[in-house]
């Protein structure tokens, strides 16, 4: 990640909106040969240090005449931070004050020796590289070597392509001017589970809205617990984590409400569609291979007038948020079941399950729980108890009982 | 009137106030700031208002309160008795904050002990206390002041370190970060160096604490109201204040500030010359098209987008060249050679050299093999480099602005300043450290080598103009302002 010294935007005043700098295919096609010549420099330059591999991408990039210095600065971030550094722990420290104790009796070290002092700077420095048993030389080039700008680098990632610099750079730049974010809403539709999850993960705090019921969409606004007192950037580096866990989601918008230096009030604008692309894999159509098969039986015998959609919808209680595994719609009048399957086994899980869907429970009128063909005496007892509808999971059973027990159920139980 | 039940809990650097009813509730609003939150059904206030909230919510009638933050402990502290001999200003310090309700400001100059009356404070109050500091030497300092006055091992927050224990250090940063997770374990505050408490982001390490009881020291408040009004709501108001003048002769002891001018050679003022005609060219060209144009405005065009990139790498140009000037001036050759001389003069006294850059510091280090405390140094290598110098191992110390902000030196009668200083406080805060108190009364003194014909001249003048100095006794006759 950047600094945020390195952010660079761009303000469109009139529309009050922030950009934050770009490369793309088109304008900025010469960069992917510098990318190239960056990623070389570093590739082959283990054992130098750090400030002579920034010189040397300050020659690639500084002569392409579009590239301003902290967009330099950017890249050379980028770049450490794909390799690793010798940081010479305590090797210089040592070498130091062993110079130092020795020296402290010549001095002062002066240029030329007279009557008064006796020490000058050449005889002083072979008297201390004799005690030291090193060469003056070894001794210079090893003194200062844990300073940041002066540590080696060790190794580099070769596998880093210049498409995938370029990109990490324009992810890093968005990420960067997140940091002055003071708020941040997300507009989901699909993928929800995921993007919840990328909720939890980040510890900010939610208000959820449904926008549109058919297909559900949400708008989700999101910060921390002090900005109801004031606007604070102090959860910027939350979002700019988040933006990196979206960008392996679907179906997505940010927009973020960005505080500038002179406070007018701008905002920032992202979304999946952006061609933003994020170092997370995207993970697969369905988690497990029980809710591909539950899926797929609807798929063989579904219900005239029903449809079932997985994860499409939030139910949120104050600061928690629980998203169904899938929900059976009913087209004509919207009636939903709230459709969980449970099929894993240690008791922890099924506890926090049970816990869950009984805070939940109330939310939505109609459940479904399914448990596996035969389930544990563990599993059918902490289920059993929330009262809520429940099946065993049989590929033979056809999707039609399923609706019917859930309605039968629920509607006797809740009168 | 209905009985209602309201709970109170710390919540990241915020307190959540719930199961207040609406008319309660209004009325609250009325008297302390608060924000209704409907994220988590609560009322929510910034944690600094804890003592606030509680006395009103003592004074309401038929509501229970169900406190739920962290217990603050009563402390057994056993204090050295050299911790507890107090001069008399000190003493009128630690009487004027606790006579003012424990909240508030107090200003002494650096070297009259101001970490005294803090830890007379803290045996005062004995209660959980966490120290905020400037810089992580400092942590280092105040927790090994805390351990042979107070006999408390503190807990130290940052520079890698997370041990929180009832009294403990942090750097303001740190305090900044962590505050929403301890801010409720610490019932006192001391922030030192107090006035870098009002930057935007540093002030949540005071407003997400809950401490009532606030101390905050400085050898410069602000003079600007804003930022003096930030601190009065964060910390409290000045409660004692004592001026340089008041403290020298008292405990500071008079010092003499001797500058020394060195020409630059014939190429480093050729080459210095060339960049400063780039920089007046650029300068005009601008005021063509845009007469208010001004130097700051640079900044700005250098680091604008690629739109006007021609205007931009010229900006960016003049702002390396300017870099570039400073850079000449503080590496010219014969302030390397003045330096030398002043060594050999007072070769057999202790002398820190101070630098405006870490490659300056690093550069005379290994031209005078001498020890050099650069901003990054590990806590263990520069104890070793004070500690060495304070006995004598080591016979001049060489140290980057690291050194600002009272980090306790040896006392020194000697200190010479190679560019780097550009702003009253931190000339203060540098003297500070040569004015330590000795016993022979011998006159401290501040040599200042400037560059002719450039601009540190002119910087090292508006200092002498700073308040700081024309406050402070000082001798110098014309024959001080040049090297023999």
Same mark, same amino acid.
């Given at each position: 990640?950047?600094?945020?010294?390195?952010?660079?935007?761009?303000?469109?005043?009139?529309?009050?909106?922030?950009?934050?700098?770009?490369?793309?295919?088109?304008?900025?096609?010469?960069?992917?040969?510098?990318?190239?010549?960056?990623?070389?420099?570093?590739?082959?330059?283990?054992?130098?240090?750090?400030?002579?591999?920034?010189?040397?991408?300050?020659?690639?990039?500084?002569?392409?005449?579009?590239?301003?210095?902290?967009?330099?600065?950017?890249?050379?971030?980028?770049?450490?931070?794909?390799?690793?550094?010798?940081?010479?722990?305590?090797?210089?420290?040592?070498?130091?004050?062993?110079?130092?104790?020795?020296?402290?009796?010549?001095?002062?070290?002066?240029?030329?020796?007279?009557?008064?002092?006796?020490?000058?700077?050449?005889?002083?420095?072979? @008297?201390?590289?004799?005690?030291?048993?090193?060469?003056?030389?070894?001794?210079?080039?090893?003194?200062?070597?844990?300073?940041?700008?002066?540590? @080696?680098?060790?190794?580099?990632?070769?596998?880093?392509?210049?498409?995938?610099?370029?990109?990490?750079?324009?992810?890093?730049?968005?990420?960067?001017?997140?940091?002055?974010?003071?708020?941040?809403?997300?507009?989901?539709?699909?993928?929800?589970?995921?993007?919840?999850?990328?909720?939890?993960?980040?510890?900010?705090?939610? @208000?959820?809205?449904?926008?549109?019921?058919?297909?559900?969409?949400?708008?989700?606004?999101?910060?921390?617990?002090?900005?109801?007192?004031?606007?604070?950037?102090?959860?910027?580096?939350?979002?700019?984590?988040?933006?990196?866990?979206?960008?392996?989601?679907?179906?997505?918008?940010?927009?973020?409400?960005?505080?500038?230096?002179?406070?007018?009030?701008?905002?920032?604008?992202?979304?999946?569609?952006?061609?933003?692309?994020?170092?997370?894999?995207?993970?697969?159509?369905?988690?497990?291979?029980?809710?591909?098969?539950?899926?797929?039986?609807?798929?063989?015998?579904?219900?005239?007038?029903?449809?079932?959609?997985?994860?499409?919808?939030?139910?949120?209680?104050?600061?928690?948020?629980?998203?169904?595994?899938?929900?059976?719609?009913?087209?004509?009048?919207?009636?939903?079941?709230?459709?969980?399957?449970?099929?894993?086994?240690?008791?922890?899980?099924?506890?926090?399950?049970?816990?869950?869907?009984?805070?939940?429970?109330?939310?939505?009128?109609?459940?479904?729980?399914?448990?596996?063909?035969?389930?544990?005496?563990?599993?059918?007892?902490?289920?059993?108890?929330?009262?809520?509808?429940?099946?065993?999971?049989?590929?033979?059973?056809?999707?039609?009982?399923?609706?019917?027990?859930?309605?039968?159920?629920?509607?006797?139980?809740?009168? | 009137?209905?009985?209602?039940?309201?709970?109170?809990?710390?919540?990241?650097?915020?307190?959540?106030?719930?199961?207040?009813?609406?008319?309660?509730?209004?009325?609250?609003?009325?008297?302390?700031?608060?924000?209704?939150?409907?994220?988590?059904?609560?009322?929510?206030?910034?944690?600094?208002?804890?003592?606030?909230?509680?006395?009103?919510?003592?004074?309401?009638?038929?509501?229970?309160?169900?406190?739920?933050?962290?217990?603050?402990?009563?402390?057994?502290?056993?204090?050295?008795?050299?911790?507890?001999?107090?001069?008399?200003?000190?003493?009128?310090?630690?009487?004027?904050?606790?006579?003012?309700?424990?909240?508030?400001?107090?200003?002494?100059?650096?070297?009259?002990?101001?970490?005294?009356?803090?830890?007379?404070?803290?045996?005062?109050?004995?209660?959980?206390?966490?120290?905020?500091?400037?810089?992580?030497?400092?942590?280092?300092?105040?927790?090994?002041?805390?351990?042979?006055?107070?006999?408390?091992?503190?807990?130290?927050?940052?520079?890698?370190?997370?041990?929180?224990?009832?009294?403990?250090?942090?750097?303001?940063?740190?305090?900044?970060?962590?505050?929403?997770?301890?801010?409720?374990?610490?019932?006192?505050?001391?922030?030192?160096?107090?006035?870098?408490?009002?930057?935007?982001?540093?002030?949540?390490?005071?407003?997400?604490?809950?401490?009532?009881?606030?101390?905050?020291?400085?050898?410069?408040?602000?003079?600007?109201?804003?930022?003096?009004?930030?601190?009065?709501?964060?910390?409290?108001?000045?409660?004692?204040?004592?001026?340089?003048?008041?403290?020298?002769?008292?405990?500071?002891?008079?010092?003499?500030?001797?500058?020394?001018?060195?020409?630059?050679?014939?190429?480093?003022?050729?080459?210095?010359?060339?960049?400063?005609?780039?920089?007046?060219?650029?300068?005009?060209?601008?005021?063509?098209?845009?007469?208010?144009?001004?130097?700051?405005?640079?900044?700005?065009?250098?680091?604008?987008?690629?739109?006007?990139?021609?205007?931009?790498?010229?900006?960016?140009?003049?702002?390396?060249?300017?870099?570039?000037?400073?850079?000449?001036?503080?590496?010219?050759?014969?302030?390397?050679?003045?330096?030398?001389?002043?060594?050999?003069?007072?070769?057999?006294?202790?002398?820190?050299?101070?630098?405006?850059?870490?490659?300056?510091?690093?550069?005379?280090?290994?031209?005078?093999?001498?020890?050099?405390?650069?901003?990054?140094?590990?806590?263990?290598?520069?104890?070793?480099?004070?500690?060495?110098?304070?006995?004598?191992?080591?016979?001049?110390?060489?140290?980057?602005?690291?050194?600002?902000?009272?980090?306790?030196?040896?006392?020194?009668?000697?200190?010479?300043?190679?560019?780097?200083?550009?702003?009253?406080?931190?000339?203060?805060?540098?003297?500070?450290?040569?004015?330590?108190?000795?016993?022979?009364?011998?006159?401290?003194?501040?040599?200042?080598?400037?560059?002719?014909?450039?601009?540190?001249?002119?910087?090292?003048?508006?200092?002498?103009?700073?308040?700081?100095?024309?406050?402070?006794?000082?001798?110098?006759?014309?024959?001080?302002?040049?090297?023999?």
């Amino acid at each position: 990640m950047l600094r945020s010294e390195h952010a660079i935007v761009r303000m469109n005043y009139s529309r009050g909106e922030v950009h934050p700098d770009r490369l793309n295919r088109r304008t900025h096609a010469h960069y992917l040969q510098a990318a190239r010549q960056c990623l070389h420099s570093y590739a082959n330059g283990i054992g130098e240090d750090r400030e002579s591999l920034h010189r040397h991408i300050e020659t690639v990039l500084r002569p392409l005449g579009d590239c301003p210095p902290r967009r330099i600065a950017s890249f050379c971030k980028l770049l450490d931070d794909a390799g690793s550094f010798d940081t010479a722990a305590g090797r210089s420290v040592r070498l130091r004050q062993r110079v130092f104790e020795i020296a402290a009796d010549l001095h002062p070290i002066v240029s030329q020796k007279d009557g008064l002092f006796d020490h000058d700077v050449d005889a002083s420095r072979q @008297r201390v590289a004799a005690e030291l048993g090193m060469s003056w030389r070894d001794i210079e080039d090893a003194f200062f070597a844990d300073v940041l700008e002066l540590q @080696r680098l060790k190794a580099f990632d070769a596998s880093l392509t210049p498409e995938r610099l370029l990109a990490r750079y324009n992810v890093a730049q968005t990420q960067a001017t997140l940091y002055r974010a003071t708020r941040v809403e997300l507009s989901a539709r699909s993928d929800l589970k995921r993007v919840v999850r990328g909720i939890k993960l980040s510890g900010l705090m939610h @208000r959820i809205e449904q926008v549109h019921a058919d297909p559900p969409a949400y708008r989700i606004r999101l910060d921390g617990p002090a900005a109801v007192l004031r606007g604070s950037t102090r959860y910027g580096v939350r979002f700019a984590k988040l933006l990196a866990f979206l960008l392996s989601c679907r179906d997505w918008q940010m927009r973020a409400s960005i505080r500038t230096n002179d406070g007018r009030p701008m905002r920032m604008v992202i979304s999946d569609r952006d061609g933003l692309t994020g170092e997370h894999e995207q993970p697969d159509e369905m988690d497990s291979q029980w809710e591909a098969e539950f899926a797929k039986c609807w798929v063989k015998d579904p219900v005239d007038g029903w449809e079932l959609r997985r994860e499409s919808q939030l139910l949120s209680i104050g600061q928690h948020v629980f998203t169904p595994d899938f929900v059976l719609r009913r087209r004509q009048d919207g009636q939903t079941i709230q459709v969980e399957l449970v099929g894993f086994w240690t008791p922890e899980y099924l506890k926090e399950k049970a816990a869950t869907l009984t805070k939940f429970s109330a939310s939505a009128s109609h459940w479904l729980i399914v448990v596996p063909k035969s389930p544990s005496s563990e599993q059918q007892q902490a289920m059993g108890r929330l009262g809520l509808s429940l099946i065993a999971f049989d590929k033979r059973r056809r999707p039609q009982q399923w609706i019917e027990t859930a309605l039968a159920t629920n509607d006797s139980e809740g009168g | 009137m209905k009985h209602s039940a309201i709970g109170v809990d710390f919540h990241e650097g915020t307190l959540r106030i719930t199961g207040c009813e609406r008319g309660l509730a209004d009325q609250l609003r009325d008297d302390i700031p608060v924000a209704m939150d409907d994220r988590d059904g609560c009322i929510r206030t910034d944690a600094m208002h804890a003592q606030r909230l509680q006395r009103w919510l003592d004074r309401q009638s038929n509501i229970t309160v169900d406190w739920q933050t962290a217990t603050q402990p009563c402390l057994k502290l056993n204090a050295r008795p050299s911790a507890m001999t107090l001069r008399s200003d000190q003493q009128d310090a630690v009487g004027e904050f606790i006579n003012g309700g424990g909240r508030g400001l107090v200003q002494m100059p650096t070297g009259t002990g101001k970490t005294v009356v803090a830890i007379h404070l803290m045996k005062h109050f004995a209660t959980s206390t966490l120290v905020v500091v400037p810089v992580r030497d400092l942590m280092y300092q105040w927790h090994d002041r805390i351990a042979s006055q107070l006999g408390v091992d503190a807990g130290l927050i940052g520079d890698g370190v997370h041990r929180v224990s009832p009294i403990s250090v942090t750097t303001y940063d740190s305090a900044a970060i962590h505050m929403p997770r301890i801010g409720d374990r610490f019932a006192m505050l001391i922030f030192d160096e107090v006035h870098h408490l009002s930057g935007p982001w540093r002030r949540d390490a005071a407003r997400m604490s809950t401490a009532p009881i606030r101390l905050g020291l400085s050898a410069t408040l602000p003079t600007d109201f804003d930022r003096l009004s930030v601190l009065g709501e964060l910390v409290g108001p000045t409660l004692y204040q004592q001026t340089i003048r008041e403290a020298s002769g008292q405990s500071l002891a008079e010092y003499t500030v001797r500058r020394i001018t060195v020409k630059l050679s014939a190429e480093e003022q050729t080459r210095y010359d060339e960049l400063s005609k780039q920089i007046q060219g650029f300068v005009a060209d601008q005021r063509d098209q845009d007469p208010s144009f001004r130097w700051e405005d640079t900044f700005k065009l250098a680091g604008s987008h690629d739109e006007e990139s021609e205007v931009a790498q010229r900006a960016d140009g003049a702002l390396r060249a300017s870099r570039m000037k400073k850079s000449i001036e503080e590496h010219a050759a014969s302030k390397q050679r003045v330096l030398e001389d002043l060594l050999r003069l007072h070769a057999d006294e202790p002398v820190i050299v101070f630098t405006g850059s870490n490659v300056m510091a690093r550069k005379l280090s290994l031209r005078f093999l001498l020890p050099c405390l650069l901003s990054h140094c590990a806590k263990k290598e520069r104890r070793e480099y004070l500690q060495g110098f304070a006995t004598g191992r080591y016979p001049a110390l060489i140290a980057n602005r690291v050194l600002d902000e009272g980090v306790d030196l040896p006392q020194v009668k000697t200190a010479i300043v190679l560019g780097g200083m550009s702003s009253g406080r931190q000339a203060i805060q540098r003297l500070g450290r040569v004015l330590r108190r000795t016993d022979e009364g011998r006159r401290a003194t501040l040599y200042e080598i400037v560059t002719e014909g450039t601009k540190e001249v002119m910087r090292s003048r508006d200092r002498r103009r700073n308040d700081a100095y024309r406050n402070t006794p000082r001798r110098q006759s014309r024959d001080d302002d040049h090297a023999s």
